[in-house]
């Protein structure tokens, strides 16, 4: 019996000292991420303020209008003119006195 009462007190008194050392142990201190993390909030905030301004400005896509078949041709006709200008042009000073590339052809039918 006295070993096992002095079992049982030396449990107790270790688990009484484990409190007191657990509970004396200071508080963390505030955690920076936290306050970080309400920093990047408030920044997006005004992003998205700033964005939904933006895009006011901008049409929906399903409130858009869909081109036109001559609207399309007009387009693509207008960029091939814009690409042989540019083909045309010469790109450096040698070639401004170069001749030109395209050669008229010969007439042999008088």
């Known amino acids: 019996m006295r070993n096992r009462a002095a079992w049982i007190a030396g449990a107790l008194g270790a688990a ?3 409190y007191r050392a657990l509970r004396r142990q200071p508080k963390p201190a505030a955690d920076t991420r936290a306050d970080e993390l309400r920093r990047k909030l408030d920044d997006s905030k005004q992003l998205v303020e700033e964005r939904e301004q933006f895009e006011s400005g901008e049409t929906p896509v399903d409130e858009v209008e869909p081109p036109t078949l001559e609207g399309k041709r007009a387009a693509v006709h ?3 003119h814009e690409a042989a200008r540019q083909m045309r042009e010469p790109k450096n000073s040698f ?3 170069a001749a030109p590339a395209v050669r008229p052809r010969a007439s ?3």
């Open 78 to 80: 207008e960029r091939g």
């Open 108 to 110: 042999f039918h008088s």
């Open 95 to 97: 070639q401004k006195n």
């Open 16 to 18: 009484g000292v484990a």
